[in-house]
């Protein structure tokens, strides 16, 4: 049996295969951030396709913090009762699911939050553009936004949470040089860069007790100039797994910055797929907590050969998902095609039209068939 079908363990939480879905945005709850029957099924779908662990769509911690329109929300404890109907599905299904925290910080849909986003700090650019400032004073208020959080995600039956620190949202923002110009103890070194990462961690681990899995995601580097490269993010990650994070999924790039984006187009050759594999080796030869390797991931050999070589101890994927929540129980059967995801990110466009994301080119096909 290939050793991408061996069963997992991460703080307590069996996992019955290595393959995670990755978070993403589905663009398939309300507008104020409900769950809807249609994200139900979304997960009922892959939960029943075989992957080991879904991780949920980035959920917004507060009001301020949305990023998209129809994104997930666990902002108030009016949410709980719609996401426990999610995660009994799930489990009902036999499925594990995680819920992702999130705030989108800079990158907030101002025609959403109706205020100036946050930010870390002013840095280059943003003269001509109403940001408003994370002072001092109000960092406990986000811990502990981010804490509440986690709290609703276990009232909900959440098998764990990961913290969304990566592709240039908040908490990436506070990691990566090119946002964080502050001049405080949240500022400077990236020990204290990482400095919030690890306060939130431990104000959510005194609430949800010692068994219940947190996460973390982050950038193995930011692709721009003066961002987070791989030197200082094995520092980063070498903190969370000491701190106590219980695994750490690596992806990079920012949103938003029209190239090395963590949603790459055109993967359409093996040599194009795992493209942070190189940065996966050094962070993982940094920490002693489990390895989550996301980035254009599309054939089983290649997913196969990253855990075989130790580079990752789990294949995390999203796109390919969207085409086939089965894609596991394809691989497992003895069908090891590569997944027929073809890298065009259409899949987004009906999201932001409000339909919620669904295969474009797969629909096209069906119809030239017909």
């Known amino acids: 049996m290939s050793k991408l079908f061996e069963a997992g363990?991460?703080?307590?939480?069996?996992?019955k295969n290595r393959f995670i879905r990755s978070a993403t945005w589905e663009g398939m709850a309300t507008i104020d951030g409900a769950v809807t029957p249609k994200l139900v099924q979304t997960m009922i779908n892959l939960a029943r396709g075989g992957v080991g662990l879904i991780i949920s769509s980035h959920s917004y911690i507060s009001p301020e913090g949305q990023g998209s329109p129809w994104q997930l929300g666990i902002y108030k404890d009016e949410l709980i009762p719609g996401l426990k109907g999610l995660t009994d599905a799930v489990h009902e299904n036999g499925g594990k699911i995680l819920m992702q925290l999130a705030h989108a910080g800079n990158f907030a849909a101002e025609d959403l939050i109706n205020r100036p986003p946050l930010v870390v700090s002013n840095f280059e650019g943003l003269a001509e553009t109403p940001r408003q400032e994370i002072t001092k004073s109000a960092i406990p208020e986000l811990i502990s936004a981010y804490t509440r959080a986690a709290a609703r995600a276990k009232s909900a039956d959440f098998d764990g949470i990961q913290i969304h620190a990566a592709h240039g949202y908040l908490l990436s923002q506070f990691l990566?040089?090119?946002f964080n110009k502050r001049r405080d103890e949240y500022g400077g070194s990236i020990q204290n860069r990482a400095k919030i990462h690890l306060e939130i961690y431990r104000s959510i681990r005194s609430v949800v007790g010692q068994d219940f899995p947190i996460l973390i995601k982050m950038n193995c580097s930011d692709f721009v100039e003066n961002g987070l490269d791989i030197e200082e993010s094995v520092q980063a990650a070498k903190l969370f797994a000491?701190?106590?994070?219980?695994?750490?999924?690596?992806?990079?790039?920012?949103?938003?910055?029209?190239?090395?984006?963590?949603?790459?187009?055109?993967?359409n050759s093996v040599d194009k797929e795992a493209y942070f594999k190189n940065h996966a080796r050094k962070v993982k030869n940094g920490i002693d907590v489990p390895l989550i390797l996301v980035g254009g991931l599309r054939s089983f050999e290649v997913a196969e050969k990253l855990i075989v070589d130790g580079v990752a101890d789990y294949i995390s994927m999203s796109r390919p998902f969207i085409r086939e929540p089965d894609l596991i129980n394809r691989w497992r059967s003895g069908d090891p095609r590569k997944a027929k995801c073809v890298s065009d990110n259409l899949c987004f466009n009906p999201g932001f039209a409000g339909r919620g994301i669904y295969c474009v080119t797969e629909e096209l096909e069906e119809k030239r068939q017909l």
């Open 9 to 15: 363990l991460i703080n307590g939480l069996n996992l």
């Open 176 to 178: 990566s040089p090119i």
């Open 242 to 267: 000491d701190v106590g994070f219980d695994a750490i999924e690596l992806s990079g790039g920012l949103i938003r910055t029209g190239k090395l984006s963590p949603s790459r187009p055109g993967i």
